[in-house]
């Protein structure tokens, strides 16, 4: 088929934008850094979204809404918490012709929109646990160069925000809802990831310990993260912050006071500019089946001036009455009878859109009874008799979301390099792979990692995205290398006592 001009592997980020212009998944928008969602995209985020409340509605988490604005006095609670962070920060300063008393800012996240009233609504430790969770936007008024879906200065995402008696319970959800983010990616969008948990330089400054599931970028080289899932310890319950507390259930004298343990989660919409990169080839857009809102298009084909009358609506009816049993069997299927364009047109039209399998429904298929399948990851055609379609289409559908997962995670671990010699690092950076290193753990080891890393010269524009490596995450599953052996594996940067395999790159 014609490409859709621009390679992916020529030209990246051009290739990306022309991806989701084409796929009608985005369009520009006159405040740069912002992009319109439009139909094709947003029907994606609905997907996920419908999956992930399920989840969270069965671990008893609670939907809600707070307001977007929040107040300088509050946002600025704690200086170490939005240190760093506040030139994304927001601010509306003036309503028609007068100018506010006070600013007040665009919520860049919830925390401290929140827990003023989670400090009011938990009095005993009965009302614990509280867990909430929002669907919204936030702003960030992001410095570095925007890409739509993954670094734009609007974006929705959901924010969970939970308190817990004990750092046991914190913990133990802290992973649950990591588990949720792993399958959002490698269940739905059949991306791979790998969850971790991120280094003391690399965690939300306002936690005790950041997890999070690191995906990868093959074309660039670098590491994304995908979901994160913090806990908050009592960072932000202790009494120069919210002051949230309840009486020790345990203490006899009635007087011990126990400061809530908090956890707060996030997914955004970053989710699908990644399924996009990782999936995306040079005829467009490929969606995976379980978040494709048409899974099956059906185009009449063979259809020519000469073509019969009647002929031409054997087929048409054909098409339609294929698209209608399908559905009946909870595929989402769709007959593209639209006159005066071409079947090449409309193969086209389809494969930019992604969508996964396309039947072709000719004179010659009639007679035999059969369709020709067409599957967009791999081009693949194969005849389908019609007797068994309502069988065979759900297959090949769990067939192509498999295929799609299990070859975008064999290019993503092919990409992780065992280093344990310091000059091989940036070698590896250069093969677009990850360093996995033996890693002491130091937070000076890490700043002298970043910048020995970096190549030569920095790009001059400090909007673009750096070159230096940072760490990606250090592994849960550190079975897929060799054991560290305490005292005598040493860190490959600094020479000191490893601790664990730890993933090092370039990224996002
Ligand atoms: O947002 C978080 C922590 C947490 N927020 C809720 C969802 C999960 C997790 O992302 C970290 N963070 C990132 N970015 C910013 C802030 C910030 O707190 C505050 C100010 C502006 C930019
Ligand atoms: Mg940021």
Not at 46 to 64: C, G, K, P, S
Request: charged fraction near 25%; charge should be neutral.
């Amino acid at each position: 088929q014609i490409a859709i001009g621009i390679k992916k592997e020529v030209d990246f980020a051009g290739w990306y934008t022309n991806v989701l212009i084409k796929a009608e998944m985005m369009d520009y928008y006159n405040v740069s850094g912002c992009y319109i969602l439009r139909p094709w995209s947003y029907s994606i985020w609905e997907v996920i979204q419908d999956w992930f409340n399920a989840r969270i509605r069965e671990m008893e988490v609670q939907n809600a809404y707070f307001p977007m604005f929040v107040s300088s006095k509050v946002l600025e609670r704690e200086k170490d918490h939005i240190e760093g962070f506040s030139p994304e920060v927001a601010w509306v300063t003036r309503a028609g012709n007068s100018d506010l008393e006070e600013p007040i800012a665009v919520r860049p996240t919830s925390e401290t929109v929140m827990y003023p009233y989670y400090a009011k609504w938990i009095k005993s430790h009965r009302d614990l646990p509280l867990k909430l969770n929002q669907w919204n936007n936030v702003v960030r008024w992001e410095f570095k160069n925007p890409q739509p879906f993954l670094r734009t200065r609007e974006f929705l995402w959901q924010e969970g925000h939970t308190a817990f008696l004990t750092k046991a319970e914190a913990d133990t959800e802290v992973r649950e809802i990591l588990e949720l983010y792993r399958q959002v990616y490698e269940d739905l969008l059949a991306v791979p990831v790998i969850p971790g948990i991120k280094s003391e330089k690399e965690k939300f400054a306002g936690g005790l310990y950041t997890t999070t599931i690191e995906g990868f970028v093959p074309t660039t080289g670098r590491g994304i993260q995908a979901g994160t899932s913090h806990c908050l310890g009592q960072n932000f319950s202790r009494p120069e912050m919210f002051n949230i507390f309840v009486e020790d259930p345990n203490d006899p004298t009635g007087q011990g006071k126990v400061y809530v343990w908090q956890n707060s989660w996030g997914l955004s919409t970053r989710t699908i500019g990644v399924m996009v990169m990782i999936h995306g080839d040079n005829q467009g857009l490929v969606l995976p089946p379980r978040v494709a809102s048409i899974q099956v298009i059906i185009v009449p084909c063979g259809i020519t001036a000469k073509t019969s009358d009647e002929s031409r609506k054997a087929i048409n009816d054909k098409c339609e009455e294929l698209s209608k049993s399908l559905k009946s069997v909870g595929v989402k299927a769709k007959a593209d009878l639209r006159e005066g364009y071409t079947p090449g047109f409309k193969f086209n039209d389809w494969e930019q859109k992604g969508v996964p399998l396309r039947l072709e429904i000719g004179p010659a298929d009639l007679a035999k009874q059969q369709t020709l399948s067409v599957r967009r990851d791999t081009g693949t055609k194969a005849p389908l008799p019609l007797a068994d379609l309502m069988a065979s289409v759900p297959k090949l559908l769990d067939t192509i979301q498999a295929d799609m997962f299990k070859r975008a995670q064999d290019t993503y671990f092919s990409r992780l390099r065992e280093v344990t010699r310091w000059e091989d690092v940036v070698p590896t950076l250069e093969d677009k792979c990850v360093a996995v290193m033996p890693w002491c753990e130091e937070e000076a080891c890490e700043d002298d990692i970043k910048e020995r890393s970096a190549r030569a010269a920095e790009p001059q524009d400090e909007r673009a995205p750096s070159a230096g490596a940072k760490s990606l995450c250090i592994p849960f599953d550190q079975s897929k290398w060799p054991p560290i052996e305490p005292g005598k594996t040493k860190c490959t940067a600094c020479g000191k006592d490893a601790k664990r395999w730890t993933m090092f790159g370039r990224s996002y």
